[in-house]
Every structure is written in structure tokens, then in C-alpha cells.
């Protein structure tokens, strides 16, 4: 789908209200742009400096979809904390009024800063372009903000906002996926301004957890997709569908391939606590994490494994209380 002066578009299912072809305001608009993977407090940052800017601007915010190094440079493509949807969802939630999604590609990659800026913002015609300090865009990535203010001279205003950091650690995308695969969950949610979720359809595992007690709903994810190191977490599900649509469920939850039984295939394995009589095969789940309990461990026997999995879900409880 292309807009005015050739500025491509991806439609996603489901979103096609959030990508609409019509003109933005040419009066109104603000342009905020960068890959947004995580949706993180800086990304957040951005947008709401947008919405300070001109509170009642209509807000456009430009994202990168798959993410550049998966074209580039595969095999140093990092692991995504989110799927495109909930990305939107996200920055919507900031404040955007639109979300465009640019489809990345070795096209675009080889676009010289002058092109990349006259193709994905000129037609968008804003007053305002927002990026932080380290964007970068462009063939071989030579193109900065001060080049962009630049080109934009005299149709747009660049701001470049200093990154933003808690604690003294910057946030970045890729602090959270460091963070994630430590398993410091509860340090990914500082930095998300959220919990750190998973999300997909519920499968049939083994079928284990039912014998021994514990029914599990079972998630496989997709090997591009960032996952909490191995181990068990207090944290909740919020089904999709049924009659708990929408609550979050207190639950524990094992992420890895469970080596008591000689598993392979990594998997996050949630039981919601005190409840027995969910049915949630095929529904779409959401599984956020509040705090890591402890490492994986293989036990020598079903009884050793049974007891922690009780102490477990015991201090899983008092946390989420």
C-alpha cells in the first residue's frame, strides 16, 4: 500500500483503522519515528514529549517492520520483546493518534539519508520530527539527526531527545533483553514502565502437571521471540476468550524444558493458582512476569519435584497478594 509521493505502508491484520491512506493534517502534525521494539519508558518518553509539543497535534509515529538487522545482518538479529500488535497497542496507549508501519527491507536499506527522509516523512508533511539522540537511518546507517534537520530545513523542526535513564542505566531495547534473559524480571518491568509479557495460543504439552496437581497451560514460542532465562516466576495470565476474559490470574510459571522428565523443547508452562477448572487449549493467553523465583533444577523424583512446585506456588501467592 503506498501513500502520496510513494510511502509504503504495511497493512496488518486486524489494523487496518490505525494505518489509513487519508492526508494527515498538514497543520497538526507531529512525526515521531525509530523502531519502538518493547515500547520501553523512553520510547513512551518520545510520544509524550510529542503530545506536550502540541497537546491537541495529531500524532504520527513511524516504526520499522521486521526489525532492520533481520534484513541486514540475520544472524545478529535480536530477540523481539513484542509482536508488531502489541507494539501499536503500546503506542497508542502513549498517545499516538496514528501508527504507520514502514516494511523494512533491502530497498529502503540503501535509501540515502536525503531519500529515507523525503519517502517516509515528507509525505507526512509534519511541523514537528521527534527521534532520540541515537537514531540513525539511511544506507549504512550514516545519517543522524543533525542530518535530518537538515534536509528538513524550513518544512520541519527536528528535536533529538536525550535517552532516558533510571537508576543511572540508560533504557534501551537492548538493556530490557539483557535484563530478560538474566531472568531479572522485575528490572524489565522498571524499565518497560509494565510487566514483561509472552503471548500466544495455549497448546497441549505433556500433561504432566494435571497428574501431579498442577495443570499448566503451555506456551511454545517462537525462536526470534525474547524469553525470561530458565526458571520459575510469581506472575499472571489474562486469558483472551472465556468466562475470565480480561482478569489477570495469579499464577506460577516455569519457562524452560523440564529436565526432570528429560525435556527438550523450551516451553513457558503457567499454572494459575487454586484453580483447576480452566479450559484453555486454544485460547489466546497473555502471560506477564512479576518476579523470579528461583533457577531451573532437575530433582531426582516426582515427590522432590512435587514439593517444590508446592513451595513454589506458595511464594508465588504471597507475592502476587
Request: a negative charge; hydrophobic letters at 40%; aromatic letters at 6%.
Amino acid at each position: 500500500m503506498t501513500c502520496s509521493r510513494g510511502f509504503r505502508i504495511r497493512v496488518i491484520r486486524g489494523y487496518r483503522h490505525r494505518l489509513p491512506i487519508v492526508s494527515v493534517p498538514e497543520e497538526s502534525s507531529i512525526v515521531v519515528i525509530g523502531n519502538f521494539d518493547g515500547v520501553h519508558r523512553g520510547h513512551q518518553a518520545l510520544v509524550h514529549e510529542a503530545k506536550r509539543l502540541d497537546p491537541n497535534g495529531y500524532v504520527v509515529v513511524v516504526t520499522f517492520w521486521p526489525h532492520p538487522l533481520t534484513v541486514l545482518a540475520p544472524d545478529r538479529a535480536p530477540a523481539l520483546l513484542c509482536p508488531l500488535e502489541r507494539r501499536i497497542d503500546w503506542l497508542k496507549e502513549a498517545g499516538a493518534s496514528e501508527v504507520r508501519v514502514v516494511n523494512f527491507t533491502s530497498e529502503i536499506a540503501r535509501w540515502s539519508p536525503a531519500a529515507f527522509v523525503e519517502r517516509t516523512i515528507g509525505p507526512l508533511q509534519p511541523r514537528h520530527v521527534l527521534v532520540g539522540q541515537n537514531f540513525r537511518f539511511g544506507s549504512q546507517a550514516v545519517g543522524t539527526p543533525q542530518t535530518m534537520s537538515e534536509i528538513g530545513r524550513g518544512r520541519f523542526e527536528v528535536h533529538a531527545m536525550d535517552l532516558v535513564a533510571i537508576s543511572g542505566v540508560t533504557v534501551s531495547s537492548t538493556r530490557v533483553r539483557e535484563v530478560v534473559a538474566a531472568g531479572e524480571v522485575a528490572e524489565a518491568a522498571e524499565l518497560l514502565g509494565r510487566p514483561f509479557e509472552v503471548g500466544g495460543v495455549v497448546v497441549m504439552g505433556d500433561q504432566r502437571g494435571r497428574e501431579l496437581g498442577f495443570p499448566t497451560a503451555n506456551l511454545v514460542l517462537p525462536d526470534d521471540r525474547a524469553v525470561p532465562a530458565d526458571g520459575v516466576y510469581a506472575g499472571w495470565l489474562e486469558p483472551g476468550s472465556g468466562p475470565d476474559v480480561g482478569r489477570r490470574l495469579p499464577s506460577a510459571i516455569s519457562v524452560g524444558t523440564n529436565p526432570t522428565f528429560d525435556g527438550v523443547e523450551r516451553r513457558v508452562e503457567t499454572y494459575v493458582i487454586d484453580r483447576d477448572d480452566l479450559e484453555l487449549y486454544g485460547v489466546d493467553v497473555k502471560v506477564t512476569f512479576a518476579e523470579r523465583l528461583r533457577g531451573q533444577v532437575k530433582f531426582d523424583g516426582i515427590e522432590a519435584l512435587i514439593s517444590h512446585m508446592t513451595d513454589d506456588v506458595d511464594a508465588a501467592r504471597k507475592i502476587l497478594a
